[in-house]
Each structure stands twice: as C-alpha cells, then as structure tokens.
C-alpha cells in the first residue's frame, strides 16, 4: 500500500563497511544510479571530495526504484509494519521505506544507508522505531539475534509478505559473495546501525528528553536526567536541538505557530543535506583514523607495511583531516561538536605518532644499510692493505732497500690502517 504521509520527520540508519578491493565497489552498479552530491553552505575543498568525476574520493549512488524486488523489498514508498517484541518497546509499527544509497570512499571505507520517513510526527513512536531498527545486527539485549525479534510485513493485493531487513541490507552489499574482502561494522563491535535523525515534534517541552532518546539509540521510556548531558551536546537555534553521541546524531525542531513553514522547510532540507554531509565527513574520518591506527598496532613490527602506509598515512591527512568545512557558523560549529564527540583530535595526533615511527624507521633502515656498506669497505681496505703488507715484508725479507717515498708509502698504509680499524671497533 502507498502512503502520501504528512510527516517530514526521516530516520537514516548506517551501516559502515569496509571494502578490501577499493577500486571496486563490493555491490552490483548495475542496480544503482550514481549521482552527484552538491554541498551550499560548505568549503570548495569538501565539496571537491563528491563532485560527480570518475576519480572523486566519495562516491554516492542510490539503489534504482525498479530493483528494489530483486532485494525482497517492497515498492518504494510503500507502507512497512514492523511489529517488535522487544523488552521496553514492543508493539505494532508503520514506516515508510524511502531510499537505499552507499557512500563509498576511495580509502575503502564505505556507508550503506538506509532511509525511512514516518507516518505521523510522534517523536515517541520515532524513538521506538529508531531503537528497533538500530539493533537489526546486535544480540546484546535479548538472547538470540534481535532481528529474531522483529517481523516485517507489507501488504500487496492479495496477501501480506514477510521480509528481513537484515538480510536485505547484506545482499544489497554482496556480503555473502565477498567475505573474504568485506568487514562490515569495521570499527564498531556492538554491530549496531549508525543513527542520524530529523524529528518534527509538536511539542516544545519534548525537546530535551526526545533529543536525549533519540540520540543515545533508546525508546520511549528512557530515564532523562539534565545532570547528563555531558553525553549529548544541545544546541537550541530557532527551537531547533542537536544531541551528539558516539552512535548518531539527532536534530529535533519544533514549529511554532508563528514560524513553522519557515522552521519545517529550513530544518529538514539543511539537516537532510549539507549536515549531514558533515556528519558523513566526520563519520568516515573516524572510521579510517581508527582502521590506520589498528594496523600500526598490529604491524609494529612490520617494517614493511608501516612503510607502505606511510603514502596512505599523508594522504588522509590532506584530504581528510579539516580544520574547517564551511564559512557559516552553524555548520562550522557542528563539526567541530561532532569531531570532538568522535575524539578525531585524540586519533589524529595517533596517527601523527604513526607518521613520525615510520619516518624514524625508514631513516634508520638507511642508515644500518649505509653503516653495512661502509662496514664491507673497510674490511676490504684492510684485507688489501695487509695484502700489500706482505708483500711489503716479503720485499724486506729479500734485501731489497726502501727509498724514501717507499717509506712514504708505508707511512700513508699505516695510518689508514689505524683509521679503518678505529672506524671499524666505532660502528660494533
């Protein structure tokens, strides 16, 4: 059944992956549309990296309306119930299937996203379905899979169909065609969905406790105390609040009488677009700081690989490391809430440490294979200097006299002796 829902309120949940081929995408183009991504209000060096170029560093595509049969979904738009047993929000509820797309980075890692919108603006019911759905992956709560605990039915003419969204999402990914090359949840172990929210409320006193929910992954019956806040950054511009946390970030406004075609409007296109395009910089920074820095953990005795990431190394650097993504306040403040609630300062300054290691090796490596070479030399030079020593002595022993520039020749082999040998007792 298609719905035409009122509500403007959109849920995107992100799966992180990473691609060991990174000149390929693991899933089929042939089922995606590649499109370009075009920032307003962010710097020209960020907007480079999506401009629709065979070498741009992030890739977006979106999977085609008309596939979406082949990857056991529903129509596009069509309405999905999804009824939960799950402890604490259990229930019957509606949402609305709207796009599947995948960002994908030349470093490999990537951002299978998928979007739903709501039937009505109840920030609760957002915060339920949130819950449930960012736990497709986890078994942490309940025992067995929580996706076991979760069925979801859509209806055609003439009977309801089940489907996984689960399994959904790792067939849109090839994940079973490509496990040896394909981590999924790289630097996540608890396998929950990355969450950014965009939430219409009706009512201006839910804002902080709706933003806390929503933002910390949890349903209806969270306990909101405003002593913890440390957990989640509140920013309130023109009844409009940010919550940030290590697993997603929430937007919740709310429109007053007087302004509300103005806020509905503003709020949904900048959070549905240029924010969370920063949201997706600063996510994917994080997930390429992390997998660097557990390489050069795992490979801190591996000359050879610390070397070879060393070119990688740089590159992150420069095209992934800001200091700033916009000239307008709002957006410049919000990554630097979200870098500093994702610890990239801390990670950057690791893979810093990381840089200068590997620059200590490289230049130590040179200098043991110069020291070898001189070393080999002066072995050398003294094996022919005693060669020409016992010749020397050879000649004495037959009587034949020595002139003075003989004895000069001698002098000279003596000293280059004494040196080679000082210089060869100094480098042991």
């Known amino acids: 059944?298609?719905?035409?829902?009122?509500?403007?309120?959109?849920?995107?949940?992100?799966?992180?992956?990473?691609?060991?081929?990174?000149?390929?995408?693991?899933?089929?183009?042939?089922?995606?549309?590649?499109?370009?991504?075009?920032?307003?209000?962010?710097?020209?060096?960020?907007?480079?990296?999506?401009?629709?170029?065979?070498?741009?560093?992030?890739?977006?595509?979106?999977?085609?309306?008309?596939?979406?049969?082949?990857?056991?979904?529903?129509?596009?738009?069509?309405?999905?119930?999804?009824?939960?047993?799950?402890?604490?929000?259990?229930?019957?509820?509606?949402?609305?299937?709207?796009?599947?797309?995948?960002?994908?980075?030349?470093?490999?890692?990537?951002?299978?996203?998928?979007?739903i919108k709501y039937i009505s603006d109840d920030v609760n019911n957002a915060a339920d379905i949130g819950f449930c759905l960012s736990n497709i992956f986890t078994n942490e709560h309940d025992s067995g899979r929580q996706e076991n605990r979760l069925v979801f039915t859509y209806s055609t003419d003439d009977q309801e169909v089940t489907f996984s969204l689960k399994n959904t999402l790792y067939k849109i990914l090839g994940a079973n065609d490509n496990k040896e090359i394909l981590k999924l949840f790289p630097s996540n172990t608890r396998k929950r969905l990355l969450v950014y929210h965009s939430i219409i409320t009706q009512r201006k006193d839910e804002l902080n406790k709706t933003s806390y929910a929503l933002c910390n992954g949890l349903h209806k019956d969270v306990f909101y105390d405003e002593a913890m806040d440390d957990d989640v950054f509140f920013s309130s511009v023109l009844n409009q609040m940010w919550g940030i946390s290590s697993s997603g970030?929430?937007?919740?406004?709310?429109?007053?009488?007087?302004?509300?075609?103005?806020?509905?409007?503003?709020?949904?296109?900048?959070?549905?677009?240029?924010?969370?395009?920063?949201?997706?910089?600063?996510?994917?920074?994080?997930?390429?700081?992390?997998?660097?820095?557990?390489?050069?953990?795992?490979?801190?005795?591996?000359s050879k690989v610390l070397i070879e990431m060393k070119k990688d190394l740089l590159k992150i650097r420069v095209l992934y490391t800001y200091n700033t993504v916009s000239t307008e306040s709002s957006y410049q403040r919000f990554?630097?809430?979200?870098?500093?609630?994702?610890?990239?300062?801390?990670?950057?300054?690791?893979i810093q440490d990381v840089v200068e290691a590997v620059e200590t090796h490289v230049n130590e490596k040179?200098?043991?294979?110069?020291?070898?070479?001189?070393?080999?030399?002066s072995i050398l030079a003294i094996f022919s200097i005693l060669t020409d020593g016992i010749a020397l002595a050879d000649r004495i022993q037959n009587g034949e006299m020595f002139g003075g520039l003989q004895w000069g020749v001698v002098g000279v082999v003596m000293f280059i002796v004494v040196v080679a040998m000082a210089g060869l007792f100094r480098r042991k």
């Open 335 to 350: 990554y630097e809430c979200v870098a500093l609630k994702f610890n990239i300062s801390s990670l950057e300054d690791d």
């Open 249 to 302: 970030i929430v937007s919740v406004a709310y429109p007053d009488s007087a302004n509300r075609s103005f806020i509905e409007d503003a709020f949904i296109r900048n959070t549905i677009y240029d924010y969370y395009y920063v949201f997706l910089l600063v996510l994917h920074e994080r997930e390429v700081l992390l997998k660097y820095n557990y390489n050069a953990v795992v490979n801190k005795s591996n």
């Open 366 to 377: 040179k200098d043991r294979k110069v020291n070898t070479i001189l070393t080999a030399l």
């Open 1 to 115: 059944m298609f719905i035409d829902s009122n509500s403007k309120s959109v849920s995107r949940f992100l799966l992180p992956f990473h691609y060991l081929d990174k000149k390929n995408v693991p899933f089929n183009l042939d089922d995606f549309t590649r499109y370009e991504i075009k920032p307003k209000y962010l710097v020209e060096s960020v907007c480079e990296l999506f401009r629709d170029e065979s070498e741009a560093e992030c890739k977006c595509y979106y999977l085609n309306s008309k596939c979406w049969e082949k990857y056991d979904l529903p129509a596009r738009f069509t309405k999905v119930k999804m009824e939960s047993t799950m402890s604490g929000c259990s229930g019957l509820y509606d949402l609305i299937l709207s796009s599947f797309r995948v960002f994908y980075f030349n470093t490999g890692i990537g951002f299978l996203e998928m979007e």
